[in-house]
């Protein structure tokens, strides 16, 4: 049998809790993680999917089709990239009761005292998550988890593309009152 020190869950399937998160493990895995805020992100979702939809039923018909594309564009990078940063992982650090580990080298490495997971530089403990994200960032609620390592791009396209849908719809309303 081949040594390797890579990290596995115990359960290599299915859905489970990590903290206040709710996380989909896949071959062991975090696939998807949900976090304690989850029925804002589920408003937002919806919000979204509603100025969508406005958009292509009521703004789109009344500007050129180049504008008709940017308009698409931005709405869909804004309403996709908002999906994937509240259901990527933002990067929870896992704790040895969850994981099996092939090769354990634990050398008096600092450990966090709330969840009893080894603390990586730039790591923190989210009181709102109950768990430790490795390079966080913040907890947002809009969001409905933590910002950390690995949803942070994702959640700057969020905010670049929902600072261009208001400045495309402050354009739209400024050709509609000029006409």
């Avoid at 299915?14 to 996380?23: D, E, R």
């Avoid at 789109?60 to 308009?71: H, I, M, P, R, T």
């Amino acid at each position: 049998m081949i040594q390797s020190s890579k990290i596995r869950f115990k359960r290599p399937s299915g859905f489970s809790t990590i903290g206040n998160c709710y996380v989909l493990v896949i071959n062991g895995d975090i696939y998807a993680s949900i976090g304690p805020d989850w029925l804002f992100t589920l408003i937002i979702v919806s919000f979204s999917l509603t100025m969508f939809i406005t958009f292509i039923y009521i703004m789109a018909k009344e500007v050129d089709l180049v504008f008709q594309y940017l308009g698409l564009f931005i709405y869909s990078v804004l309403l996709s990239s908002y999906i994937i940063v509240s259901l990527k992982n933002p990067g929870i650090i896992v704790s040895p009761w969850e994981i099996e580990l092939e090769e354990t080298e634990n050398e008096d490495k600092p450990m966090c005292r709330k969840c009893n997971v080894e603390i990586e530089l730039g790591s923190f403990h989210c009181e709102d998550c109950e768990v430790c994200i490795r390079k966080h960032n913040y907890h947002c609620p809009i969001i409905g988890k933590c910002i950390g390592e690995g949803n942070v791009r994702w959640f700057y396209a969020f905010l670049t593309s929902t600072v261009l849908g208001i400045s495309y719809l402050g354009f739209w309303i400024y050709l509609n009152s000029h006409v």
